[in-house]
């Protein structure tokens, strides 16, 4: 299993979304040469926030970040993966600090 994150960089409507996808490794097809079988377990997506947002103590918004918690809990031990651009270096720093499990 290994969990994999594509992180919108805004919760704008008109934004790409976040998306966080479970997947399995099933075995492989060989017959003139071997290649994965990958299988899609669960996945998360969403136009939101990375964290929650709460307006006078009250959650508001809850951010994709607990999509992320909620697939880390369901697969535990497997990866979370991230590709990182430039771009994403702040955002890798929030996601690690809002997770109990390493990405």
Excluded: N
């Excluded at 299993?1 to 919108?8: E, F, N, P, R, Y």
């Excluded at 979304?17 to 990958?38: E, F, K, Q």
């Excluded at 909620?70 to 929030?94: C, F, H, I, K, N």
Aim: hydrophobic share 40%; proline share 4%; with cysteine.
């Amino acid at each position: 299993m290994v969990i994999g994150i594509d992180l919108a960089h805004t919760s704008k409507k008109s934004s790409d979304w976040s998306v966080a996808v479970a997947m399995r490794c099933t075995g492989y097809y060989d017959h003139d040469r071997s290649l994965p079988i990958v299988t899609l377990a669960d996945m998360r997506r969403r136009q939101a926030r990375l964290a929650d947002v709460y307006r006078d103590g009250v959650l508001v918004e809850r951010g994709f970040s607990r999509d992320v918690s909620e697939l880390q809990s369901l697969y535990p031990g497997a990866p979370t993966v991230m590709y990182v651009s430039g771009r994403d270096d702040s955002m890798l720093d929030l996601m690690a600090a809002l997770r109990t499990a390493p990405i």
